[in-house]
């Protein structure tokens, strides 16, 4: 079945380490991004890319970093220098054109929590 | 930067009972989404509307486009305990292809 896969579901980080969370996607969709849920809020968007070799920051980028080296693939890396790393983490994925609607869609989140 | 004012914050009902929420925007917006997240989970893509003025049907779940693009509703009609979650209204703008902007999300309760 086509879909979103985020891995891991759950993670722990110890401070000053970098951790990376996978997201991977079957759909042949062109545009991924990475969104930031803190409890209670909505959703905050750290890097986009709509082709490959391409990204560009979102609204909190400071201490993620990101690649696009497959269009199927865009991992994210929580680097040492994100101060409030614990959050929940989703990868989304549209189609673009005007006939996909430029809907979006999500993965089922990762947990990071800092140790 | 762009901003969605959702609201309410949260409700409890009694089963049975029709729910409305909505989203306001200071700005324009040409795609409205509408999605339910349940705990620990991804959002789930409820009712998608692209026109202004739009009024679009998903089961007991409704949702409008507003006329000015500013504003939009979800109403769920006759809820059941499963509708429990949080709702997130996002908009999107031409030229920022899948920027969607959330709003801060409607946690509804449903007694049984």
């Known amino acids: 079945d086509g879909g979103i896969t985020q891995s891991p579901k759950y993670l722990f980080r110890k401070e000053g380490q970098n951790v990376t969370l996978s997201c991977e996607q079957n759909?042949?969709?062109?545009?991924m991004y990475w969104y930031r849920q803190d409890p209670g809020q909505g959703l905050r968007l750290i890097y986009y890319?709509?082709?490959?070799?391409?990204?560009q920051k979102g609204d909190i980028a400071e201490g993620y970093s990101v690649s696009r080296e497959k269009k199927e693939s865009f991992p994210l890396t929580v680097t040492s220098a994100q101060k409030n790393p614990t959050a929940f983490y989703l990868c989304?994925?549209?189609?673009?054109?005007?006939?996909?609607?430029?809907?979006?869609?999500f993965g089922e989140g990762s947990w990071l929590t800092v140790v | 930067g762009q901003q969605l004012n959702q609201s309410p914050q949260s409700m409890f009902i009694q089963e049975g009972e029709d729910v409305s929420m909505n989203c306001t925007s200071s700005?324009?917006?040409?795609?409205w989404l509408w999605y339910k997240q349940d705990p620990g989970e991804g959002p789930v893509l409820l009712i998608a509307?692209?026109?202004?003025?739009e009024l679009t049907s998903n089961g007991r779940l409704t949702a409008q486009f507003g006329i000015t693009r500013k504003d939009s509703f979800l109403n769920i009609s006759a809820s059941i305990p499963s509708d429990v979650g949080i709702y997130f209204c996002?908009?999107?703008?031409?030229?920022?292809?899948?920027?969607?902007?959330f709003g801060q999300g409607t946690t509804l309760q449903v007694k049984p």
């Open positions: 989304a994925s549209i189609k673009q054109g005007p006939l996909s609607g430029n809907t979006i869609y």
């Open positions: 759909l042949n969709h062109d545009a």
């Open positions: 890319s709509q082709i490959v070799n391409d990204f």
């Open positions: 700005s324009i917006f040409n795609t």
């Open positions: 509307l692209y026109k202004a003025g």
């Open positions: 996002a908009g999107q703008t031409w030229g920022d292809t899948g920027k969607l902007i």
